[in-house]
T-cell receptor, first 115, second 111 residues
């Protein structure tokens, strides 16, 4: 079974803190993704990466950065957390596609509260 | 960008009833997935179905790519089926990996 794990289920931070959310997958997937989910807005893509050290902006990258130093690990960084970044953060991974399925698999999510 | 619309937004079923959830999308797709989000927020993969029909127990799904819609069928519903069902698509073309999600169908199955 594919396993995508996230470092925390719940996290509470203060405004202005630097926040790291970690995601690890064990299926040798090339692609990794960070989404956030908000009531009424659904799931929206923040950033994704299709290879080590590569990154692409999604729909809402402002206020976030990412790091992919190893294939299995993709980190989301909030440089200076703000209250409007209180949300559910979901990490996902998939193969690149082509001759193999690019089905995405999700981690359990991190509920971040910024006070 | 590609638009994804799900219907109905809310659905209440008596246990044992059947239901059909619909997903319409506005452009050709490489990938279409159905997910069930459980009460703890985990997205559980139900189907990877860019075209055709698949079945898994009481659930089945059909995607008609040429007409840009997909259907998720739930038969003999159980209370554990409650939650939010999402359809998500990856638009067609090379190098486009991101999923665009619909707003979901919130299903409540009552005993």
């Amino acid at each position: 079974d594919v396993k995508v794990t996230q470092s925390s289920r719940y996290l509470v931070k203060r405004t202005g803190e630097k926040v790291f959310l970690e995601c690890v997958q064990d299926m040798d997937h090339e692609n990794m993704f960070w989404y956030r989910q908000d009531p009424g807005l659904g799931l929206r893509l923040i950033y994704f990466s299709y290879d080590v050290k590569m990154k692409e902006k999604g729909d809402i990258p402002e206020g976030y950065s990412v790091s992919r130093e190893k294939k299995e690990r993709f980190s989301l960084i909030l440089e200076s957390a703000s209250t409007n970044q209180t949300s559910m953060y979901l990490c996902a991974s998939s193969f690149l596609g082509g001759s193999v399925s690019n089905e995405q698999f999700f981690g359990p999510g991190t509920r971040l509260t910024v006070l | 960008g590609i638009q994804v619309e799900q219907s109905p937004p809310d659905l209440i079923l008596q246990e044992g009833a059947n239901s059909t959830l619909r997903c319409n999308f506005s452009d050709s797709v490489n990938n279409l997935q159905w997910f069930h989000q459980n009460p703890w927020g985990q997205l559980i993969n139900l189907f990877y179905i860019p075209s055709g029909t698949k079945q898994n127990g009481r659930l089945s799904a059909t995607t008609v790519a040429t007409e840009r819609y997909s259907l998720l069928y739930i038969s003999s519903s159980q209370t554990t089926d409650s939650g939010v069902y999402f359809c998500a698509v990856e638009r067609g073309g090379a190098g486009s990996y991101q999923l665009t999600f619909g707003k979901g169908t919130k299903l409540s199955v009552i005993p």
